[in-house]
């Protein structure tokens, strides 16, 4: 049998190439039709996008449960999405769903959520270079990338970056004007794996740039489920379902069997 196919959503606030023409010369059909080429590139994966402006911003419960992982941009609008939405996409995470959440979407609610920071960062606004030095080369998402590879011209974000501490970091980024960044972190919440990937300003192509696009498709198969089940309720366990045998004592707040508060 065939392994099952991965299946990734791409989600992006599509706001600036419908506004920007710099933007849209660069990502006519929108960053997030990109960013899915890029990752359908990979073989086994069936990749579909999801925007802003649809209904429930395209993540219904049905799509979010097809959804092995979330891929999110967004910059203009975070305040925009739907906190009914944001809460669906965090208990898909914690029940498994792999989120990767590239550039602008430090500040995303779904992602400050996960990291319950304030996810602020230095930034500036003068086409440098960057250059992305892969710190953990065995990691799966530096898979097939050199020492470092570079972005001839981006907007720079520096430390302090406000995020808890990574469980890895797999890229450090060094910029023409001295600064550094720790641009490639992961972390788990629940059964979920959250990469953060820093590349994407929307005002240059970064989603056409080779070994981006080869980290995309390296960080959704990387934050792909297994295929553990997370127990999202709060089930009491009667003492006759205990694996020993139990003699209950004391005085109860619970009738067996109750369900669990919310
Ligand atoms: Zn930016």
């Not at 970056?161 to 004007?177: H, R, T």
């Not at 056409?208 to 127990?231: E, F, S």
Request: glycine residues 8%; aromatic residues 10%.
């Amino acid at each position: 049998m065939s392994p099952r196919r991965l299946r990734v959503t791409v989600w992006g606030e599509n706001v600036h190439e419908r506004k920007n023409p710099i933007v849209r010369k660069i990502y006519p059909r929108g960053m997030h039709t990109t960013i899915a080429d890029a990752i359908g590139e990979a073989r086994g994966i069936d990749v579909r996008t999801a925007t802003l402006q649809q209904s429930q911003h395209g993540l219904t419960k049905r799509v979010l449960d097809e959804t092995d992982v979330l891929v999110w941009w967004g910059h203009a609008a975070h305040r925009k999405v739907s906190d009914r939405v944001v809460e669906r996409v965090l208990a898909r995470v914690w029940e498994g769903m792999g989120f990767v959440a590239l550039h602008s979407a430090h500040y995303s609610k779904p992602f400050k959520r996960l990291m319950g920071t304030s996810c602020s960062l230095t930034w500036r606004e003068a086409g440098e270079k960057e250059r992305l030095w892969v710190c953990n080369p065995a990691h799966p998402i530096a898979r097939g990338i050199d020492r470092y590879f570079e972005i001839p011209n981006t907007e720079m974000y520096g430390e302090p970056f406000a995020i808890p501490a990574p469980d890895e970091i797999v890229f450090l980024s060094w910029f023409e004007g001295g600064e550094v960044f720790r641009s490639g972190c992961t972390w788990k919440r629940g059964n979920g794996n959250i990469f953060y990937f820093r590349p994407g300003h929307e005002v240059y192509p970064i989603y056409h740039h080779p070994v981006v696009r080869q980290v995309l498709r390296n960080a959704v198969r990387w934050a792909a489920p297994d295929a553990t089940k997370w127990i999202d309720s709060c089930p009491q366990i009667p003492a006759r379902k205990a694996p020993e045998r139990l003699e209950v004592k004391g005085p109860r707040m619970h009738k067996e069997g109750e369900a669990g508060f919310r």
